[in-house]
């Protein structure tokens, strides 16, 4: 009886911490990226925002606000917003009104250029997904739907396509890389990182969410589900495939249920660097921020 006893407290205090304690933490990951026109000394530090799907408890607006306080803090050159901003279909939650979420990301966006994409919750949203891309908008975030832009950096300017949602089938790779030069790298901001076994060589990362990493996992093994058809290893963190790399976010908000175990909500760093630059360390690193947000 004992046994079962402590069992069942077990249980209990597991389930607390992924309802109540894991959602509200935050997690730094910093990953560095080789890029063919980088020279030496030269490097764009982008910050990653996926998944938020905007709702009560665990992802407010008054939330929101302290993670972009935190993102800010760390001096992305561009912030990257990979889809998901609404939240449909999450059991125990209050989803909150996309339009809710245009003044606090603002500031953010007039200080640093942020682009976006859209995921499948935006155009699931009751709304429409026109609702959610025009409170971006109104932030003044650009929304990429099969679209490309060219931005400064330090080496002149970097090439950003960015798709539709590939959930929906609403991503055309072609339309979003329609122009640009064959022999120029390409960073493509996508919800769905399972595009990236489409994508011609000139796209030398893909940034990504969708997954939640998981969203649940048990320490030491890959999460049971990813919503991805990709290996359930690649469905969280930085992975190599020949000359392309593939950055997934878990995200910062949770779906189906509100809860997240060994998979906390997380910011992601991309450093686009030359490639002596990561001879002697790593190509990616993580830390932990603050324990909570």
Known sequence: MALIETAVAAAGLVAGWAVAVEPRRLAL???HVPWPEARPGMRLRIGVLSDLHLAWPHVTPHRLARILRRLAHH???LVLLAGDYACTGTLGVVPLAPARMAPVLAPLAA????FAVLGNHDHDWPGGAGEVAAALEQAGIRVLANDHVAIPCPWGE???AGVDDPVSGRADLARAL?????????VLLAHSPDIHIRVPPQVRLVVAGHTHGGQVRLPGLPPPVTMSALPRHQAHGL???GGRRLVVSAGIGTTGLPLRLARPPELVLVELVAA????PRPAAA????ADSA
């Open 286 to 289: 993580a830390a932990r921020l």
């Open 178 to 186: 329609a122009g640009l030069p064959a022999e120029r790298p390409v």
């Open 111 to 114: 200080r640093i250029p942020c």
């Open 75 to 77: 001096r992305p050159d």
């Open 239 to 241: 992975h190599q495939e």
């Open 29 to 31: 990951r910093r990953y």
């Open 276 to 279: 002596e630059a990561l001879s």
């Open 158 to 160: 970097l090439l950003l």
